[in-house]
């Protein structure tokens, strides 16, 4: 029988060899060492062949020992906090998750329309690996909201080795973009994807777990706007005459099992608790 321990174990190997970034096997997931923190950062810098926002760019400088030190407490006491909502969560997190760094951001324009500031973000360069910009100006449940954002992006990416989802020779072309969930803005079909599982994972999670923290949340839109804006990016999605061409059946049902998710959560009951 294989426990939670041998799994992580094949995961890192896993890793191993599909990444060239260092797997962090301490129980400790934050990075203390300014030099681990670096090769990491640098997975997000390479210009990627579909990259409409100019991401590439984000991360920012690394933050003096001491206020890193300061900010790490504030992220682990809160990560502490969030996986005691939920056994699965917990589980589930401390599998995937391996690493997470602290690093300023920088703002970025993409289209060049307006600046766009990320709390945080993850690569598929490095999965396993998630970069977190903040943690001193937002409540514990801004930063559950984030781990579990950044947590299903990598789902996506492990989910991405064994189905593929993208076709990424047509997804590049603007006649191709769909609406995201979290910009608002249209983007190539790989973002809006995870844009819309991602959205529909933090309104079941808030369902399920997260109403118990009772706290101010500025990161991510309100439940009914998020709701809202989930609703039309999946739209967007099936107005595509092409989506047979663009997206593989694995990708057409992960979407699907996002809108069908939508129809379970309560959102009168998310918004009283």
Request: aromatic share 6%.
């Amino acid at each position: 029988m294989t426990n939670l321990e041998t799994l992580k174990g094949q995961y890192a190997r896993f890793l191993s060899v599909h990444s060239s970034f260092p797997v962090n096997q301490s129980p400790d997931p934050f990075i203390h060492s300014g030099t681990v923190e670096s090769i990491l950062a640098s997975a997000y810098n390479g210009k990627a062949d579909i990259d409409d926002m100019d991401q590439y760019k984000i991360v920012g400088e690394s933050y003096a020992d001491s206020d890193r030190e300061r900010r790490i407490e504030r992220l682990g006491s809160a990560l502490t906090r969030t996986l005691a909502l939920d056994e699965q969560l917990d589980a589930i997190f401390r599998l995937v998750v391996h690493s997470i760094f602290v690093k300023r951001t920088n703002e970025v324009t993409g289209d060049g329309s307006r600046a766009i500031r990320a709390y945080g973000g993850s690569s598929s360069n490095a999965i396993g690996t998630i970069w977190i910009s903040t943690g001193q100006t937002v409540t514990d449940l801004d930063l559950a909201e984030l781990f579990i954002h950044e947590l299903t992006h990598h789902l996506l990416f492990i989910d991405e080795y064994s189905h593929h989802h993208f076709n990424y020779d047509l997804i590049s072309e603007p006649s191709n973009f769909a609406l995201s969930a979290i910009r608002g803005t249209m983007r190539p079909l790989d973002k809006v994807v995870h844009s819309i599982v991602v959205s529909a994972e933090l309104l079941a999670a808030r369902e399920a777990y997260l109403h118990r923290m009772a706290e101010d949340q500025t990161v991510h839109p309100a439940d009914q706007q998020l709701h809202t804006d989930l609703l039309s990016s999946i739209a967007s999605i099936w107005r595509l005459t092409n989506l047979s061409d663009l997206l593989t059946p694995r990708a057409v049902d992960l979407v699907a099992r996002a809108e069908s998710s939508l129809q379970s959560i309560d959102l009168a009951k998310v918004a009283e608790a």
